[in-house]
């Protein structure tokens, strides 16, 4: 059965607490990556909140639904709003008076090794041509049924994807004989895949 919500907040609270008395400082800071730890923090008296608003939450499948009451009480309490993104920042740009955006950005020299040549990955080589490609996550943000309706449509052309498959049964992926889910890779080999793919 699990841990209850109420029982979960109850923990996490007195393990924040214990590790502040025991921690020396002269100024705490509090970063958020979810609202929800609102639920065992909001107790303490922080001298700065950081609010790291990478994503729209309350969008996601199952998400909890006290998690836009606990942002919006979250944009109240934070001292700044940092969001990932130039869209996510026009969406909340008017909730707070410092809030500030963080493209999206690329490994550059990591990514740029995908123009030189090199060797392709064993369980990528029997993949025909031509090759769409992702990497990412795959959660319930990605649009299946287009991915569904790419494969239908697009018979000759194969779609590599790349991720660890969270949040989503994997029952759920669409199969098809030009669509390949290849799985999590390691960060250092994504260059070895790209280099390989059409699009």
């Not at 990514?111 to 996550?137: N, S, Y």
Request: aromatic fraction near 10%; charge should be negative; glycine fraction near 4%.
């Amino acid at each position: 059965m699990g841990t209850s919500p109420a029982r979960a907040d109850a923990i996490q609270r007195r393990y924040l607490d214990r590790i502040i008395a025991s921690t020396p400082h002269t100024q705490l800071t509090a970063w958020y990556y979810t609202p929800m730890a609102l639920r065992f923090s909001a107790h303490v008296n922080f001298d700065v909140r950081v609010y790291d608003c990478m994503d729209e939450l309350a969008a996601f499948k199952n998400a909890p639904a006290q998690l836009a009451l606990l942002e919006r009480a979250l944009f109240e309490r934070a001292d700044v709003v940092f969001t990932g993104g130039l869209s996510l920042f026009e969406a909340k740009r008017c909730q707070h008076r410092a809030i500030y955006p963080f493209p999206s950005s690329i490994d550059v020299d990591h990514f740029h090794k995908a123009r030189a040549p090199g060797e392709e990955p064993a369980d990528q080589l029997t993949i025909p041509h031509p090759r769409v490609g992702f990497f990412g996550v795959i959660d319930e943000r990605l649009d299946i049924d287009l991915v569904a309706q790419a494969s239908s449509t697009m018979p000759d052309v194969h779609f590599v994807m790349l991720g660890p498959v969270v949040k989503i049964d994997p029952d759920i992926l669409p199969r098809a004989n030009n669509l390949h889910w290849l799985g999590s890779k390691a960060y250092k080999d994504l260059p070895d895949y790209l280099r390989h793919w059409d699009v």
